[in-house]
């Protein structure tokens, strides 16, 4: 591929996870946190949240296509996506119910089709999916989109743990800072965390991570999203202090215990070498079995035996 195409594929890509993180919290009013950027992953996940905005433990992941490929397959009612057989298995086995998102760039219009079996069909080179028209991403979705979701909540840090491993690893014994910066004013509260190591007063974050939501504290991000870590804080900057809307905290993250420890046992169960068995202890020469002294011992019983 020539790289103005790919550059051209990779922004159309990143303003379609921007858009449909928009209509989730904005529109739907749930948390979006996008992913790291894979293969053939998932994009972003969303936290369900309640009426009153509060976070639920229910997730949905997404996969987002964006672009007007994706709307060329058009039938009676609705769009048809083609994809390949590893892509399928991966969104079947996840962890999480995963939902299939197209968004047309020029148009706007965005819509969603839960991923599962029995709604694909196989095709020469791999299988494809009926996305219906009326599935349109925006408030009337919500029941749709969060009906069957689990609120088991061992099971949301199970997974987790589980996706966030290399985030862990990258945190460990290191000084950690996650930068919120809340629109006090705004119902879209957070819009990312910036995070720095070693230090937050730096003139850029070392990384961001993409976590939007309708919430203007960080307990409820820090509680759903990273049950991993714990924190403190290092600094709370209060909007009247720096004449906007933004309201600046500032906390300091650090491994739990059971993050320790979990990252303990994926070393355990990573380790390609079998334990070494211990060694045997020396034998004294006059321990070492003699079988004509056994016989010999057992004869003297038996006639003892017979005598009694």
């Keep these: 591929m020539h790289p103005m195409v790919h550059s051209s594929t990779a922004l159309t890509e990143r303003v379609g996870v921007q858009e449909v993180g928009l209509i989730f919290t904005k529109r739907l009013k749930w948390f979006f946190r996008e992913q790291a950027v894979s293969d053939f992953g998932v994009d972003a996940e969303v936290e369900i949240a309640d009426a009153k905005a509060v976070p639920t433990g229910q997730l949905i992941a997404l996969q987002i296509k964006s672009g007007t490929s994706f709307f060329q397959h058009k039938n009676a009612d609705g769009y048809t996506f083609y994809g390949e057989p590893r892509h399928l298995e991966y969104w079947l086995r996840h962890s999480l ?36 028209a009326a599935n ?60 720095y190591y070693g230090t937050y007063e730096k003139s850029e974050p070392d ?5 939007w939501g309708t919430t203007h ?25 720096q004449s906007n809307e933004v309201e600046t905290h500032i906390v ?28 045997e202890p020396e034998r004294d020469e006059e321990d070492e079995y003699d079988e004509d002294d056994f016989n010999e011992s057992a004869f003297r019983r038996a006639v003892e035996r017979d005598r009694s």
């Design 252 to 279: 300091q993250v650090e491994l739990n215990e059971a993050a320790e420890q979990f990252l303990a046992l994926e070393a355990f169960f990573e380790d390609p070498d079998d334990p070494k068995p211990p060694e």
């Design 217 to 241: 504290e960080p307990h409820d991000v820090m509680n759903h999203f990273f049950p991993w870590l714990t924190y403190r804080y290092a600094e709370l900057i209060p909007a009247e202090e």
């Design 97 to 132: 119910p995963v939902f299939l998102i197209i968004h047309n760039p020029e148009t706007g219009l965005t819509l969603w089709q839960r991923v599962e079996r029995h709604l694909t069909r196989q095709t020469a080179k791999g299988w494809a999916i009926h996305i219906p």
């Design 136 to 195: 349109v991403l925006d408030e009337k979705s919500k029941p749709a989109l969060a009906s069957g979701i689990g609120t088991d909540r061992a099971s949301v840090k199970r997974y987790r743990f589980a996706t966030d491993k290399e985030d862990m690893e990258k945190y460990r014994d290191k000084e950690v800072f996650f930068k919120f910066d809340f629109w006090v004013n705004k119902t879209l509260g957070l819009r990312k965390i910036d995070v």
């Design 207 to 211: 990384s961001q991570i993409g976590v």
